[in-house]
């Protein structure tokens, strides 16, 4: 009996690998890349804003739940909190490391959350390619700044509220679980808005189809559209970031078939061809959800999952191709990308393995693989051969410059260090403010040691930041930039066991 609980939960091993790959791989890059400077963003929301209250004892719940330009960036504000009080001072590579612990996360959950759909082969396969997928470093962009961490509170909590609403009868306690989630989301990033736009859209769907039904079931409902209405209207309209947005049904389109074909576009700018390259890579979630919905099938049913993710999507890169409608496809995008891509993995490996017309024919099986992933991979090469090999470099080297030209204000005080640079080789945009914000004596003694000299640390205590660790996140930081990449082959061998284990499993 033993025996066969172990191999029964020997699938567990292949999420954990899965987050071990991410982790090592999100280490080397910060080891190599990473620079500890605060960067853009962080100015304004931890240097202007939060840092200052919470040292000079002001900080308030109201500002911890106040706006950053359009989100409410509650969870990103109180992990970076924790993190300037167990290391001490503010430090960028600190975050970004502890960020991998989340992105690691989101991978294993996200794997997880497909196991029950397909036979034990298909999923094995998708989880390898879920992993290498995750674990590519072209989403460089979010890895390597410290206050990208909303990114992933907000995949986190989207995808286990997802989870959590499909099968959940109205105003059960699993159901009041996916609300919190949901509000959660939303106080990750206004792209929370979205996951309680797809739970509403799986929720009606489900009604129309008659899986949901009565009183209750109806006024749940309208419970998600009132929430969902909330969350838009309390969403900041800035104006600075109008001329972002999508001003034309045209532009609109344009951004979100580029989002649509991504990666497979990679380096493609005729519309036609992205609208083909949109229909091959979205064409298995959409496939998938008209058989489930068609078929209707119970609520608890697990298949709900795969339309549930597949609205999830659509909200999701709909809301970017509006928001973001002149430059859609960027690094720090492409974490929210690979999700959507790999739900449509998810969906093909599903089909493949699961639909009797495959099931009679492995050929076409093999066929619609190849005709999916084919342009898919092109795709990714190129993206990683072209893009991302050169982005990380300079990336580096910019870093490298605004962390010399910042250096050399703090140590004469003379904002002309500042003013009259290249683009990008100081880490916020306006030299003045910048000046301001990395004056402040709180602010001044809580810089990176890289910045202000070894003995920031000392006036950091001065200002009521102690070491609480004793050090102990320093050298934890320090092994995991320069040795966290050993992960990677620890992850790999891990997927082996796992795989092997799974077969016995199945022979057993």
Known sequence: MRQANSAARSWLFLPLAAALVVIGVKCWMIGRFGNPTPFWDQWDAEGA?????????????????????????LFTRLWSLLLLVLEGYWDPIVQMLANTLLSGAIAALFITAFRALMPRTAWIGFALFATLTFALPWT???????????????????????????????????WWAAVLLLLADYFSMAGGVSTTAAAFSLCAVQAAAGSRRGVKELSALGVLAA???????SIPMLARHAPLKAHSV??????????????????????????VLAAVTQAPAWLTSVGVIRA???????????VAMTFWTVWQISAVAYGRGVA?????????????????????????????????????????????????????????????????????????????????????????????????????????????????????????????????????????????????VEAIKDIASRWGFLLIPLGLALFLVGIKRQRDAKTA
């Open 328 to 472: 859609s496809i960027t690094a720090r995008y492409l974490d929210l990308y690979s999700v959507g891509l790999l739900v449509n993995a998810a969906c093909l490996f599903y089909l493949v393995s699961t639909h009797p017309v495959f099931q009679r024919q492995r050929r076409l099986a093999i066929v619609a693989l190849a005709l999916w992933l084919l342009p898919v991979s092109v795709g990714i090469t190129l993206t990683a051969v072209k893009h991302t090999t050169r982005d990380l470099v300079e990336k580096r080297d910019i870093g490298r410059a605004e962390t010399e030209n910042l250096r050399a204000f703090l140590a004469s005080g003379d904002v002309r260090a500042l003013e009259d640079k290249p683009d990008l080789q100081i880490p916020y945009p306006d030299p003045h403010r910048l000046a301001d914000i990395a004056s402040q004596p709180a602010i001044r003694a809580i810089l990176p040691p890289v910045l202000v000299g070894e003995e920031s640390a000392k006036r950091a205590q001065a200002h009521g930041i102690a070491r609480y660790t004793g050090g102990a």
């Open 49 to 73: 804003f939060l840092y200052p209250k919470y040292l000079g004892g002001t900080l308030s719940l109201g500002d911890l739940l106040a706006a950053h330009n359009e989100h409410r960036i």
């Open 250 to 275: 045209g532009q609109f389109f344009q951004a979100l078939v580029e989002i649509m074909s991504w990666p497979a576009a990679t380096g493609v700018t005729f519309l036609a061809t992205l609208v």
């Open 140 to 174: 460089w962009g979010t890895t390597l700044e410290g206050f990208n961490s909303q990114w992933y509170f907000m995949l986190l909590f989207g995808i286990a509220g997802m989870m959590a609403i499909c099968g959940a009868p109205a105003f059960a306690p699993r």
């Open 296 to 306: 209707r099938p119970a609520q608890a049913d697990r298949r709900w999952f795969l």
């Open 227 to 233: 929430l969902a209405a909330a969350m838009i209207l």
